[in-house]
């Protein structure tokens, strides 16, 4: 599972000219699910949105607060395109979960970051429509997030050039020659 996390002033998503959600100060995140996804890894990203520290404190000290301490709002966005590869120069999105499942799995998700927050401060877009996504971006900054079970194994990294990277000394000395 993946989350795309913008610091934003505020942000809206439109569908068809209908304004389906707006937030005021907060994060946009936008959300990716893989088809090995569970709920552990859904577990970890909710964590994560509501821990990371992106906002600044009241004395104006950067990245002292997170989300719930500040009181501020998370627009969650769908986007099945954030777990993307490349067949040549066309995007194929085979590792994304399938639609019923995900939007399940999504609806699930929504529900576990409004319990572990507050309800009235997570909004989100519309499931599969074509949205418009307004943005106020505040810095701009922008984390992404991937839960631990999708991450590559460390051993199995690839540098630029293809070949494996053994470790960190390998894999500079690697880069080094490209």
């Known amino acids: 599972?993946?989350?795309?996390?913008?610091?934003v002033m505020n942000a809206k998503v439109t569908?068809?000219?209908?304004?389906?959600?707006?937030?005021?100060?907060?994060m946009c995140v936008f959300i990716g699910i893989s088809n090995t996804d569970s709920k552990k890894d859904m577990e970890y990203i909710v964590r994560k949105i509501l821990s990371i520290k992106l906002f600044d404190?009241?004395?104006?000290?950067k990245w002292k607060k997170n989300v719930s301490e500040r009181d501020f709002e998370i627009l969650?966005?769908?986007q099945f395109t954030l777990y993307n590869t490349w067949k040549?120069?066309?995007?194929?999105?085979?590792?994304a979960m399938p639609g019923d499942k995900s939007k399940e799995f999504y609806e699930n998700f929504l529900q576990m970051l409004k319990n572990a927050y507050k309800p009235d401060k997570v909004k989100d877009g519309k499931f599969a429509a074509y949205m418009q996504v307004s943005i106020q971006n505040d810095g701009p900054v922008t984390f992404e997030i991937e839960s631990p079970a999708n991450l590559p194994d460390p051993k199995e990294r690839k540098c630029n050039n293809g070949t494996k990277a053994e470790n960190k000394e390998s894999q500079e000395e690697i880069i080094d020659k490209v």
């Open 1 to 7: 599972m993946k989350a795309l996390i913008q610091r």
């Open 88 to 95: 040549g120069t066309k995007p194929d999105f085979h590792h």
């Open 76 to 78: 969650c966005v769908s």
């Open 57 to 61: 404190d009241e004395s104006q000290k």
């Open 15 to 26: 569908v068809n000219d209908e304004v389906i959600s707006s937030i005021g100060q907060g």
